[in-house]
């Protein structure tokens, strides 16, 4: 029973434009929740976090939108570079000193120059 | 600082046979995890040890897998006998504290034929 989706499996956008890339859960005891970037033959990298008390987390180029109510949250990349060209894994966790990461099954993200 | 690595970075074995994945955690990471990813699907937590600890292995799905840190520093997983369903990108984690702040590795792929 997968408790955190992905439902696009792949995104190709134009450098410079906006990325989107949207996850939904279905537990609402997850509270915190991450994206991880994923090249080729490495393992997943951390991007950015948010917890449930926040409904936006900016670091730089990337923004994680949370709207609890919908159970949905989304990464957002502006403006978008060919290095974001990667696997983009949503993940979520119960609270922030869990042991437990449940991920999604990845969005591969395509930048064309 | 050197990252997490495993070893092998593939490992192609015969349905029946033994395979041992190896993972060196990031030195003084107490906490490791391993994870696995099964073909197109999400990335699944298995096992998590404190120092030599299992602290949590609900996620191992069944008794053919074995998983050992003796001496709190690097880990392995032994699948015997491997089944076919066993193949996919088995991803190892550390952190210095217990919670989200994991640092993968590059994982080990298993292919059983």
């Known amino acids: 029973d997968q408790q955190v989706k992905q439902n696009s499996p792949s995104l190709s956008v134009q450098e410079g434009r906006i990325s989107i890339l949207n996850c939904d859960y279905t537990n609402s005891m997850f509270d915190y929740f991450l994206w991880y970037k994923k090249y080729p033959a490495e393992g997943p990298t951390f991007l950015i976090s948010?917890?449930?008390?926040?409904d936006k987390n900016e670091d730089g180029r990337f923004t994680v939108f949370l709207n609890k109510s919908a159970k949905h949250l989304s990464l957002h990349i502006v403006p978008s570079q060919p290095g974001d060209s990667a696997v983009y894994f949503c993940?979520?966790?119960?609270?922030?000193?869990?042991?437990?990461?449940?991920f999604g099954t990845g969005t591969r993200l395509t930048v064309i120059p | 600082e050197a990252g997490v690595t495993q070893f092998p970075s593939h490992s192609v074995i015969e349905k029946g046979q033994t395979v041992t994945l190896r993972c060196d955690p990031i030195?003084?990471?107490?906490?490791l995890y391993w994870y696995r990813r099964v073909m197109g699907k999400e990335i699944k937590f298995l096992l998590h040890f404190v120092k030599e600890s299992k602290q949590d292995e609900s996620g191992m799905p069944n008794n053919r897998f074995l998983a050992e840190r003796t001496g709190g520093t690097y880990s392995t997983l032994k699948v015997q006998p491997a089944e076919l369903e066993d193949s996919g990108v088995y991803f190892c984690a550390s952190s210095q504290d217990l919670g989200l702040w994991q640092f993968f590795g590059p994982g080990t792929r298993l292919t059983v034929l």
């Open positions: 948010i917890s449930s008390i926040k």
């Open positions: 993940a979520a966790s119960k609270g922030s000193g869990a042991n437990n990461l449940f």
């Open positions: 030195s003084g990471h107490d906490n």
